[in-house]
Structures are given as C-alpha cells and as structure tokens.
T-cell receptor, first 115, second 114 residues
Framework: DTGVSQDPRHKITKRGQNVTFRCDPISEHNRLYWYRQTLGQGPEFLTY????????KSRLLSDRFSAERPKGSFSTLEIQRTEQGDSAMYLCASSLAKDSNQPQHFGDGTRLSIL | GNSVTQMEGPVTLSEEAFLTINCTYTATGYPSLFWYVQYPGEGLQLLLK?????DKGSNKGFEATYRKETTSFHLEKGSVQVSDSAVYFC?????????????FGSGTQLTVLP
C-alpha cells in the first residue's frame, strides 16, 4: 500500500492559464474522489468516480473544471482559464466500494496559487 | 443531507494536558463517523472511525465514541504531545448508507506547547 499520490505538490500559474493535476489512488481502490480545500476550511466535495465512470459532480465544479479517469486507475483534474478564486488545495482520495463503512484515504494534495 | 458541527478553535494546550474536541452531527440513519487529522502542508490522514452506535474508535491514544442519544462523536486524548499539533476534522458521508462524498466540519486547530 503506497498510499494516494498527487502530482504536482505545488502549482503557481498566471490567471487565465490552464492547469492539470494528477492523482494515483491506492491500487485496489475503485472509488476516487476530488475535493477542494481553502484556508481554514474543511474539504469540499467536487466529484467522484467509480472505476472509470464519473458518478457525481458538485455544483462547485463549474464548466471550467473537468475530471477524467480513463482506465479506472489514475485521474486528472483540469481547470481551464484559471481565476483568482481557484487558489486552493486540491485533494484526491480513494476508497473501496465494498460498503458504506470504507474510509477514504487522502493524498497530500496539490496547492494551486493563481497570480 | 447529513451535516456536522465542530468545535471552533484554535485550541492551545500544554503537553500532557487532556484534550476534548467536540463534534455533533445531524443525520438520517446511522452513518459511519470519522476523525481525520491534517499536519501542516499535508493531506488528511484517517485518525479513527466508528461504524455504529456505541462504537468506540481509537488510534494513537485518541478515542471517540459514537453517541446516538446526543448525536455526538467527541474526540478525546488523555495526554497530548507536541507532535499532536495539527488540524482535526470530524466527517461523515453526505448521505447515510453511502460511501460517496464526505462532509467535513470546519476543523479545529490544536497547538500543544512543550
């Protein structure tokens, strides 16, 4: 169990640029989640996948955001035309879809700063 | 959907002091309850969980008991250490019986002084 891995750890970009983050879940986990966390707050749900299917999206996920999990393993989260308000920590988590008691395991996150 | 209210911080304690961080929830049914910890610059780590009423989750000296009568899941530790300084989050699934999205409290910053 190597844990959930996220890349990059930090991203600094200018407003208006596109950014893409990657998440590698724990290998046997078929559920993958994306959350956003701003300073002083708890994580807020963005979207989740079961295998390659994106099953739920939050209203926070505007049309500038897109997430994929093409082969049911790693996932990418892309933000197009970034805005100042996108500055946050983006967290990925994974879990087994065995039952509702399965905890989500989080990566260390990607911190996005928009200049 | 389900929701959680967490004790506001920050909390500052001396080493070896007793810790309580309050968490109350609103839920339909009896969802699993979780405490996560976040160290500076890192993601969240699962600290402990409880899956049914009266369950006690425990890990690294921390404990929390699932109390359905008071809809609470307070985090306790008998003797804190400097290394326990972190932000603690109470969480539960947004809908009971689901392992989908979690909803989190706003977090409690704990600082332990030597």
């Amino acid at each position: 169990d190597t844990g959930v891995s996220q890349d990059p750890r930090h991203k600094i970009t200018k407003r208006g640029q596109n950014v893409t983050f990657r998440c590698d879940p724990i290998s046997e986990h078929n559920r993958l989640y994306w959350y956003r966390q701003t300073l002083g707050q708890g994580p807020e749900f963005l979207t989740y996948f079961q295998n390659e299917a994106q099953l739920e999206k939050s209203r926070l996920l505007s049309d500038r955001f897109s997430a994929e999990r093409p082969k049911g393993s790693f996932s990418t989260l892309e933000i197009q035309r970034t805005e100042q308000g996108d500055s946050a920590m983006y967290l990925c988590a994974s879990s087994l879809a065995k039952d509702s008691n399965q905890p989500q395991h989080f990566g260390d996150g990607t911190r996005l700063s928009i200049l | 959907g389900n929701s959680v209210t967490q004790m506001e911080g920050p909390v500052t304690l001396s080493e070896e002091a007793f810790l309580t961080i309050n968490c109350t929830y609103t839920a339909t049914g009896y969802p699993s309850l979780f405490w996560y910890v976040q160290y500076p610059g890192e993601g969240l780590q699962l600290l402990l969980k409880a899956t049914k009423a009266d369950d006690k989750g425990s890990n690294k000296g921390f404990e929390a008991t699932y109390r359905k009568e008071t809809t609470s899941f307070h985090l306790e530790k008998g003797s804190v250490q400097v290394s326990d300084s972190a932000v603690y989050f109470c969480a539960l699934p947004i809908s009971s019986g689901s392992a989908r999205q979690l909803t989190f409290g706003s977090g409690t910053q704990l600082t332990v002084l030597p």
